[in-house]
């Protein structure tokens, strides 16, 4: 053995020993005390901004005790209790999919959820989802995996949408075409618009693993994109099961959304209603911005879809703010909870 190889084993202890060192950045102490800092902050800001500087829980609140009375108190009790069955279909899709490559359990699954629904307050387009799911997964060489994973769940909830919204936009356009000029030339055009649209997101799903040939020709990049092989390992049957999921949380969303409609007094037919509910669901996914600075154009989106049965403006703002809401904010706080709570346990006593 030459100077030169033993000169770099005996490096080697001592490189590994630097590298275990290297921690990630939210293992050490005064990084993660930053990264808590921060999101509560932003937490704070987006809670103060979106709540109370613009007035809307005050006008929700008048609204909601306006609208309450004992005939239909059990609206609102059903569309809470539907609640944590909306975030615990999707801990399950997550969990399954995670499984794939790095299992984890339901709990911390549904503590990276929500985890991901606070930190993605602050991001566009729900990128601060990934970060959140990446903190509970134990095996950090993972990330790249659990990345793919979140993002394998949320294009199967962006494909349920637009199958479903699809369909809606394509039942409400028979349903209300009349109010439309030349509406009679354009009825095939959007029926088939609507088909397209419904089956080339499904199709990408199920052909996902199709992805990683073609990435790996990309020049310069392509070659070290070896991880992404992953994509090849999800089974068809994982990922119906998480698309069946994501129709899950569809008709729990949609049904929370007509049941608030009917409380706050905008009283249709589910034949009349859903459709309108699949449209707006449609558009609004696509509206690249945070759920915080989107949430004004959602509502602009309500109130044009609904303005087609009904001028009862905040009745629609009411519903669509609630749902907005249960569904977002109640889970982000939990998620910020769990946040504060990383790092607690106490570390080895150093001798």
């Known amino acids: 053995m030459s100077l030169f190889q033993r000169s770099i084993r005996g490096l080697r202890p001592l490189r590994a020993a630097s590298l275990g060192r290297l921690a990630p950045v939210w293992n050490r102490p005064w990084s993660l005390g930053l990264i808590k800092a921060t999101v509560l902050l932003l937490l704070l800001h987006a809670l103060y901004t979106q709540l109370w500087a613009q007035d809307r829980l005050s006008v929700l609140w008048a609204t909601f005790t306006e609208s309450l009375s004992w005939q239909n108190a059990w609206i609102p009790a059903v569309v809470l209790a539907l609640m944590p069955l909306n975030w615990l279909a999707e801990a399950r899709k997550w969990q399954g999919l995670q499984s794939e490559t790095a299992p984890i359990t339901l709990g911390e699954a549904w503590r990276g959820v929500w985890a991901g629904v606070t ?96 990435l790996r020709r990309l020049p310069i990049v392509g070659p070290k994109l070896g991880r992404l092989a992953v994509l090849t390992h999800y089974r068809p049957a994982a990922l119906a099961r998480a698309l069946a999921l994501s129709l899950l949380r569809y008709g729990i969303y949609s049904v929370q959304y007509y049941l608030l409609l009917c409380f706050f007094g905008i009283g249709l037919s589910p034949a009349a209603a859903f459709p309108a509910i699949a449209v707006i669901f449609l558009l609004q996914t696509g509206i690249p911005l945070p759920p915080l600075t989107a949430l004004a154009a959602r509502g602009g989106i309500a109130l044009l879809v609904w303005g087609v049965f009904s001028h009862n403006d905040l009745a629609v703002l009411s519903s669509t703010f609630g749902l907005w809401l249960l569904n977002v904010i109640v889970p982000a706080l939990f998620g910020a909870l769990y946040i504060f709570r990383i790092g607690e346990k106490s570390a080895p006593e150093r001798p």
């Open 119 to 214: 930190v993605s307050l602050f991001t566009p387009n729900r990128m601060g989802d990934y970060a959140g799911k990446i903190l509970v997964v134990a095996d950090r060489g993972k990330n790249i995996e659990t990345v793919l994973a979140a993002l394998l769940a949320n294009f199967s909830q962006m494909a349920a949408i637009f199958a479903a919204g699809a369909a809606g936009a394509a039942i409400f356009w028979m349903q209300h075409r009349h109010l439309w000029e030349q509406a009679r030339e354009l009825t095939l055009p959007v029926l088939f618009g609507t088909a397209l649209l419904a089956l080339v997101p499904l199709w990408l799903y199920f052909h996902v693993g199709r992805l990683y040939p073609l």
